[in-house]
């Protein structure tokens, strides 16, 4: 199962939603505020321009893992 809810109430915190204005130019994630470099596949690297958001929060909220 997903965690959408969960990733609703990230994306509707306010720092994160401060954070999401400066996050593609900082190539930082927009969730956890750490530095996003390297992902896993094409996907996630356009899922990252789309959303802001790094591999490891791509994996915990999309695909259910740690
Ligand atoms: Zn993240």
Redesign the pocket.
């Given at each position: 199962m997903y965690r959408i809810q969960e990733l609703i109430g990230a994306l509707s915190d306010k720092e994160v939603i401060l954070r999401s204005y400066a996050a593609k130019s900082s190539n930082t994630?927009k969730?956890?505020g750490?530095p996003?470099k390297s992902f896993r596949t094409t996907f996630s690297e356009f899922e990252y321009n789309i959303s802001s958001?790094?591999q490891?929060?791509q994996d915990y909220y999309y695909l259910n893992e740690e």
């Open positions: 994630c969730i956890c750490e996003s958001i790094c490891a929060c």
